[in-house]
């Protein structure tokens, strides 16, 4: 056969062979892609589930042990399982436990943990980082108790950093914002006594704070009250200027110095000032609902209380409290703003204590025992009680001021009651000016040094006996003198 038909032969069989062998490799090399793509899809899809059963399972975990937690509170008397430590250095302790009984006593709480540090409240209480930005020189708690921004009485709270009220500790309270905004973090509560560290909103409790609280709500003992007129100590304030207390300046807010000197007057009685420092001589006395006279009853004993702090910040006070009750109980008869006459101001005043205070025109009868009884008498109020007499005379001065007979400025009925009539001088005020306009000033004796001193609203000095016959007495003040101090004189 010829080499050409032996070509012919083989070539349908090469044919089919290499056509075989091109349909095997394109077939095999196709098997093989769409293999490789669905193991990579299947390993995504195993990777997935796997995430889905981790987070379950997270989320499962605490479920689990609140079950258990649970479980465990419902049935107290079962055992308890606790962990064995092991022997020192062999690692962590795994897998053995030992059952502890559990008694009735619960688990103590954990302690917050702040940046990595045990911080429990207690321990913020009792050491505040923030107490040296308290700044007592602005702190004055003589105004009236209201937030400086909208104005109520309730829940105030003053800032100690910069002196100032505010309403509320809460998130959107005004003292909240503002320790927020200024860093001021120190808030005292006007009513509680109470202080707080804003914004953490924790109470703090340092024994080095009494004194803030002391001048904010001044309180006497039986013993430092009959000590009064003993002492002649003189008192240092914060600023470093001296006083004695119960020789105070009073603020003069406008035209209220008429108002002060009476004021003043009134606080260096004894048995007057005695029974005013102490407030539980007034607390329990019963008022009718709505009844606002009380109000000038718990001002005035207020201010009596400041007057004679020994411990004040300041070497005056500011009387804009007890002018606002005396404003609003006298329905503006008697104002801040404008001048009123001081004979006019202290007949009214005394006459509404006694009436706040449960009297009546009836002597006796009056829950301030031997306190004031008005007696209607043109140009005089007598006031008989347990320092005898207290009068309003117009135009009366002494040489001396001291072991005075005032028989012929006495009623029939005081002279029959009290056969010693003889008398000193304990306050005298004085009007410079015009009978609508002027100025008022006082003289006051203080019993512990003996000396006398001239007050005009912030200004105190002190003067010579002799200087007070030398001024137009406008109102006196006397006290009766005892029978055995008047034979100790005569001896």
């Not at 110095?257 to 006395?285: C, G, H, M, T, W």
């Not at 009387?319 to 202290?346: N, R, W």
């Not at 105190?460 to 007495?473: F, G, R």
Request: proline share 5%; hydrophobic share 30%; aromatic share 8%.
């Amino acid at each position: 056969m010829s080499s050409r038909g032996k070509r012919e032969r083989r070539g349908p069989g090469s044919g089919s062979g290499s056509g075989s062998g091109s349909g095997s490799g394109s077939g095999s090399g196709s098997g093989s892609g769409s293999s490789s793509r669905g193991s990579s899809r299947s390993r995504r899809d195993a990777d997935a589930e796997r995430g889905r059963g981790r987070r379950e399972a997270e989320r499962e975990r605490p479920r689990r042990r609140r079950r258990s937690r649970s479980r465990a509170r419902s049935s107290p008397g079962s055992p308890r399982l606790k962990r064995d430590p092991g022997p020192a250095g062999s690692g962590p302790a795994r897998g053995k436990r030992q059952r502890e009984p559990e008694g009735d006593s619960e688990p103590e709480p954990e302690p917050a943990v702040r940046y990595g540090r045990f911080d429990p409240e207690d321990q913020r209480s009792r050491h505040c980082p923030y107490l040296d930005t308290i700044n007592k020189s602005v702190l004055d708690f003589d105004f009236e108790k209201l937030c400086s921004i909208s104005l109520p009485h309730i829940n105030v709270y003053a800032c100690l950093v910069c002196g100032k009220y505010f309403q509320g500790r809460g998130l959107r309270s005004h003292a909240y914002i503002h320790s927020v905004q200024l860093s001021h973090h120190v808030f005292l509560n006007l009513h509680t006594l109470k202080f707080y560290c804003l914004p953490d909103n924790y109470e703090i409790l340092d024994s080095s704070l009494e004194d803030i609280t002391y001048v904010l709500k001044p309180t006497f003992t039986a013993q430092q009250i009959s000590n009064l007129d003993k002492q002649a100590k003189l008192s240092r304030a914060y600023d470093g200027t001296t006083y004695l207390p119960g020789i105070v300046g009073l603020n003069n807010i406008k035209a209220n110095d008429y108002a002060n000197a009476v004021l003043q007057a009134l606080s260096n009685v004894p048995p007057l000032r005695n029974y005013f420092l102490e407030e539980e001589n007034y607390r329990s006395i019963q008022r009718p609902p709505g009844d606002i006279m009380f109000l000038l009853v718990q001002r005035f004993g207020e201010l009596m209380r400041k007057l004679w702090n020994p411990r004040n910040f300041k070497a005056h006070v500011s009387p804009h409290e007890m002018l606002q009750a005396v404003v609003l109980c006298s329905k503006k008869s008697f104002q801040i703003t404008k001048q009123g006459d001081g004979v006019d101001f202290l007949s009214w005043f005394l006459n509404a204590l006694h009436s706040a205070l449960g009297g009546t025109k009836r002597k006796k009868k009056s829950e301030w025992r031997e306190g004031l009884g008005a007696v209607d008498a043109p140009g005089a109020l007598g006031a008989v009680g347990a320092m005898g007499a207290v009068g309003a005379v117009g135009a009366l001065t002494s040489r001396r001021g001291r072991n005075v007979d005032l028989r012929e400025y006495l009623s029939e009925e005081v002279q029959s009651a009290h056969p010693n009539t003889t008398y000193d001088l304990v306050a005298n005020i004085v009007h410079d000016g015009k009978p609508t306009e002027g100025s008022y000033r006082i003289h006051v004796l203080h019993h512990g040094t003996g000396k006398w001193y001239e007050l005009q609203d912030l200004q105190v000095t002190d003067i010579l006996p002799q200087m007070i016959t030398l001024s137009e007495a406008y109102i006196q003040i006397w006290k009766r003198r005892e029978e055995d101090e008047t034979k100790q004189q005569g001896a």
